[in-house]
């Protein structure tokens, strides 16, 4: 959905660490105010607004924004809702797919920010124009224990995978983030890989490869897996790099 700021826009606040990184290599200034979980970039000077779920709705009101910008999975509709009352513009998008982040990208930027196309979303389509299904592999996905979720239908993550030829096993799920017990993720001829990301849940070399022991664990960065923003430009390089580790 087409969208364009009703004024000049020269302060904002960003709700989304994708957007927030998007925001602050396009053009730095305009953000005064970012969630506690914006880590990209590093020494960002903004004012902390809480997190994505439970943002400071007083705090956010006080910094002025000319535009807040959100996203439907991200942050909850009562706290955009809150905004709006107060008389704030919001601008929530929606990201499932890889066409659908860059064209949501481009109408944060340039629809709802006023800004030009930044040479850096050029950059990230080119690298992903150039991706081919390098890798032909079923896999389980995690994003959480105890108890264990897993990517279901419908996710960004799976998109990403999917470009580069690794197929969600729980890809066609009802939800989009199932519940799945242990012992039926490391079902017999389930899944040929497992891959693990750092966020939301940090799986790391030490915890999480130990729960599949009969699958080869793929150690990606959350941010290469489920951020939109720069990180797209190198995220094609550096997640088929994991897979081939991981694959030998």
Known sequence: MAHTSTGTVRRVVSLVPSLTEALAATAPGLLVGVTDWCSHPPGLEAARVRGTKNPDVERIVSLRPDLVVAN???NREADLAALRAAGIEVLVTEVRTLPQAFAELERVLTGGCGLPRPRWLDEAEAAWGEVRAEFDVRAVVPVWRRPWMVLGRDTFAGALLAHLGVHNVYGQHAERYPRVPAGELNE???ADLVV???????????????????????LVSGRYLTWYGPSLTEAPGALAGALRRALG
């Open 188 to 190: 017999p001829d389930r």
């Open 196 to 218: 693990l990301p750092d966020e939301p849940y940090r799986f790391t070399g030490e915890d999480g490869p130990e729960a599949f022991p009969g699958l080869p664990a793929a």
């Open 72 to 74: 439907e999975e991200e």
